[in-house]
């Protein structure tokens, strides 16, 4: 058998495994960090960061975030993107390693995401979750959200709704 073959063979497999693995087998994890980030002319500006250590908004938005900078709503949202060229969500997450999965995502990786997904988890919350067939990088929606691990199922009752609106 030659080379080429082998090759011909294999390369589709993986190619499938991995996009079987974002399709059927849920991804599951804390939310460790999230980022509300502005992009204008080149230069990235951390709007928020919320972690362990509380919330840090730029001094700059400070009066146009109010009191809940970690949830950001259409309005907040609607203004921003005035000023900057784009506006990104990103949430950080330590997967969970006890997931029976063949093709399993380990340790933690920053994920962007959608406005309302954004908005409708906090850092400590543990998330079943979906990323994108074409991005592997974007959380595109939840199939649980719970306050502690062992409460976490694969799929269950989650109150955000519309998860892909911006």
Not at 29 to 53: N, S
Not at 70 to 78: F, G, L, R, Y
Not at 107 to 135: A, C, P
Request: aromatic content about 6%.
């Amino acid at each position: 058998m030659k080379r080429r073959t082998v090759l011909a063979g294999v390369v589709p497999f993986l190619q499938v495994g991995r996009w079987l693995d974002q399709l059927l087998l849920v991804n599951q994890g804390e939310i460790v960090q999230k980022r509300f980030i502005g992009i204008a002319e080149g230069e990235t500006t951390e709007i928020t960061v919320t972690d362990d250590d509380g919330t840090t908004v730029s001094s700059e938005h400070e009066g146009q975030l109010g009191q809940s900078p970690a949830e950001i709503s259409p309005e907040v949202a609607t203004s921003l993107r005035e000023r900057y060229d784009s506006i990104r969500f990103h949430v950080t997450v330590n997967h969970h390693n006890d997931s029976p999965k063949a093709f399993s995502r380990t340790g933690t990786i920053e994920y962007r995401t959608s406005r309302t997904l954004y908005s409708g988890i906090g850092v400590g919350d543990h998330i079943s979750f979906q990323t994108s067939l074409l991005n592997a990088d974007t959380i595109i929606s939840l199939s649980c959200l719970a306050n502690e691990k062992e409460s976490l199922q694969r799929r269950c009752r989650v109150g955000v709704e519309d998860p892909t609106a911006e």
